[in-house]
């Protein structure tokens, strides 16, 4: 198992909160969803966005790349479900079948369908080539933060502020279990890698690692003071990751359920975390307006170049925004000097 490196790279990814955050296959390109309304597309080893997707009207709360790593799926307070394409950064297509905003999205691994929850606690299910809806799927009273497919697409689960977790036939529709998870509401929702075990992060700031198989908790992980809105599995399915209104982010060993490491560095709520799929770099989004990449083995030689790069990017960046602020400082009219009271107090003429 790797070794965790405690330094971390932050890069500014929006002018507001990120509150999700998903890696492509390939691993070479992340995606976030921020309050601003707006999809960004970035190039991990340059540090710089490739595609800024305008088309929520409001936050987004959440995306996901498509199997084949073409596709960006998104969801926010519009109530919309959009797709964009990786490669151009053009809107594909943009339905609304909730009434409330959208918590979540998931592809089925095939990438046939995708599937979105949303505050009005319905579940959509569409098809990912034109945004057809197949079907609306409701028995959750309560908003659907969390939504995942089966590892063979057959299955799927939704995580619930009621207090359940539901597995639903994806053909039918149909309700194949509810348990009942009483900790204050689920925010996310994951598979293991091997399909047996499902992953909830909880509103009372636990983590359940469930079996499917027998219903049951396996264990409970409650070392977090505040809401974990965001854990999941390493790709190899031993290690754990979470992210939670305490600022921190936790890595868990998925067997025995013992904190392994405590990632410090974000100065406000971790939203989202997200691993790479070689499993060596852990990726997170915060409040803070900041992704941070956490290299997870100490002797990975692309610390130095990713740490570079990304501190490069983040200088010009800085740079090039004090730039247009002084140009457009410099359009403004000029202010007509202040007299009377407000003159002697603010620096008008004595």
Known sequence: MPTPHWR??????????????????????????????????????????????QGHD???????????????????????????????????????????????????????????????????????????????????????????????????????????????????????????????????????????????????????????EKGGLIMEMEEHTYPVWSAVFSPDGKMIASGSADKTIVLWDAVTGAEMSRLTGHEKDVYCVAFSPDGKWLYSGSVDKHIRAWSLDSSDPRWETLSTAWQTAETEDAKAAAEAAIALAEQAPAKAPASGLFGRLFGGKR
């Open 58 to 212: 409001g936050r987004v709360y959440t995306v996901r790349f498509h199997p084949s790593g073409n596709w960006v799926a998104s969801g926010g307070t519009d109530t919309t479900v959009r797709l964009w394409d990786v490669a151009t950064g053009a809107a594909l297509w943009s339905q609304s079948g909730h009434s409330s905003l959208v918590y979540s999205v998931d592809f089925q691994p095939d990438g046939a369908l995708l599937a979105s929850g949303s505050e009005d606690g319905t579940i959509c299910i569409w098809t990912s080539a034109d945004g057809t809806l197949v079907r609306t799927i409701e028995g959750h009273p309560q908003y659907v933060q969390g939504v995942v497919f089966s590892t063979d697409g057959s299955r799927l689960v939704s995580g619930s502020r009621d207090c359940t977790m539901a597995v639903w036939d994806v053909d039918s529709g149909e309700e194949l279990l509810r348990l009942d998870v009483i900790n204050n509401g689920i925010n996310s929702t994951q598979f293991s890698p091997d399909g047996t075990r499902l992953l909830l992060s909880n509103v009372d700031g636990s983590i359940g690692l469930w079996d499917l």
């Open 8 to 53: 971390s790279v932050p890069r500014t990814a929006a002018t507001d909160t990120i509150y999700g955050l998903a890696l492509s296959p390939d691993g070479q390109r992340l995606a976030t969803a921020s309050w601003d309304s707006l999809v960004k597309i970035w190039d991990v080893a340059a540090g710089r966005v490739e595609h800024e997707m």
